[in-house]
């Protein structure tokens, strides 16, 4: 069983909403919480997606139950799917193939297009470094098999390096700032609110962004054993995130400040994060599982999974998304 790594909210556990959930819904009676309520067992990252669900005031009315479940990055967050200790939980592209290549059983439910400039490799604000070409024979930080990892590889490649010009150290976010701030790493490569963050403190500047380099996917995600015994939950709960992002870019600036309030973080790094994001819940289409495709190939290309991966089976389809 994976254990839950502490909050940086200081909140481990929400237990969300009373009464009715969309109209209609047969909920199973599997997972059953308190007075045979069904429960949902939501990751995060970053506190990120409960954040915006707070702010636009999207967990009321729920048919349902919900334990939140906190984590610094993606790859914790596929370990918690991969051992049932989570339902589901919003995960890059990148990540996603990771955790789908080491047999996890889970599956893209909905998929989320942005703008990727946020994802990219970040230097120190006196760094003689320009461009990615730069990077070779350089060290860069970033997590092992994130999003980081993924937009590390693609820049270099796109500058006519070699994935092996350049010497990985897989961090942890926190560990990988601190590895760039005192100079025993070259680079750090991740993604927003770091990106965001580490730019307004003045401690890194970006070297080389996602943007052109990524399809800008991430998805929520959940396991095999959570669509088949929780389907109108998930449902549900896929719906309430989609509409609060409709919302949220509604209402930019009351949003910033909530998020920033929520996952602890300055109101122009959260301000900036989101604004430039520009997110967008859309349909899993061809055009989705193509990206995706390509994303596979291309870590099947660099050797980082060893079998090729058909990415068509990964998803669900059957899940609706209707912004509101």
């Known amino acids: 069983m994976i254990s839950r790594p502490p909050s940086s909210l200081g909140r481990r556990r929400l237990i969300a909403g009373v009464g009715l959930g969309a109209a209609g819904l047969a909920l199973p009676a599997i997972g059953l919480h308190a007075q045979g309520r069904p429960l949902l067992k939501a990751g995060d990252q970053k506190g990120g997606l409960r954040a915006l669900l707070e702010a636009a005031d999207a967990l009321q009315g729920?048919?349902?139950?919900?334990?939140?479940?906190?984590?610094?990055?993606?790859?914790?967050?596929?370990?918690?799917?991969?051992?049932?200790?989570?339902?589901?939980?919003?995960?890059?592209?990148?990540?996603?193939?990771?955790?789908?290549?080491?047999?996890?059983?889970?599956?893209?439910?909905?998929?989320?297009?942005?703008?990727?400039?946020?994802?990219?490799?970040?230097?120190?604000?006196?760094?003689?470094?320009?461009?990615?070409?730069?990077?070779?024979?350089?060290?860069?930080?970033?997590?092992?098999?994130?999003?980081?990892?993924?937009?590390?590889?693609?820049?270099?490649?796109?500058?006519?390096?070699?994935?092996?010009?350049?010497?990985?150290?897989?961090?942890?976010?926190?560990?990988?700032?601190?590895?760039?701030?005192q100079g025993s790493v070259d680079a750090w490569a991740t993604w927003e609110p770091y990106t965001a963050l580490a730019e307004t403190s003045g401690h890194a500047r970006v070297l080389a962004s996602g943007r052109g380099l990524l399809p800008g996917l991430s998805y929520l995600a959940a396991t095999d054993a959570a669509i088949a015994a929780k389907r109108p939950v998930l449902q549900d709960f896929l719906q309430r995130v989609v509409r609060a992002q409709a919302w949220s870019y509604r209402n930019v600036d009351a949003f910033s400040a909530t998020l920033a309030r929520i996952i602890g973080i300055p109101p122009e790094a959260a301000k900036l994060q989101f604004e430039r994001r520009q997110q967008k819940w859309v349909p899993i289409d061809a055009a989705v599982v193509a990206d995706q495709q390509r994303t596979a190939d291309f870590y099947r290309e660099v050797g980082l999974i060893r079998q090729p991966l058909q990415v068509a089976n990964t998803f669900d389809t059957g899940f609706a998304v209707t912004a509101g």
Not at 77 to 100: H, K, R, T, Y
Not at 154 to 167: I, M, Q, R, S, T
């Open 62 to 181: 729920l048919a349902y139950d919900i334990q939140w479940s906190e984590f610094p990055a993606a790859a914790p967050l596929a370990e918690a799917l991969n051992a049932n200790a989570v339902d589901s939980g919003p995960i890059g592209d990148a990540p996603l193939i990771f955790a789908l290549a080491a047999g996890t059983r889970v599956k893209a439910i909905g998929a989320n297009r942005s703008d990727a400039y946020g994802t990219a490799v970040l230097v120190r604000p006196d760094s003689p470094l320009k461009t990615a070409a730069d990077l070779k024979g350089r060290s860069v930080a970033t997590n092992r098999g994130s999003i980081g990892h993924f937009v590390t590889l693609k820049a270099v490649v796109a500058a006519g390096l070699k994935p092996e010009d350049v010497n990985l150290r897989f961090l942890a976010p926190a560990d990988a700032k601190l590895a760039l701030t």
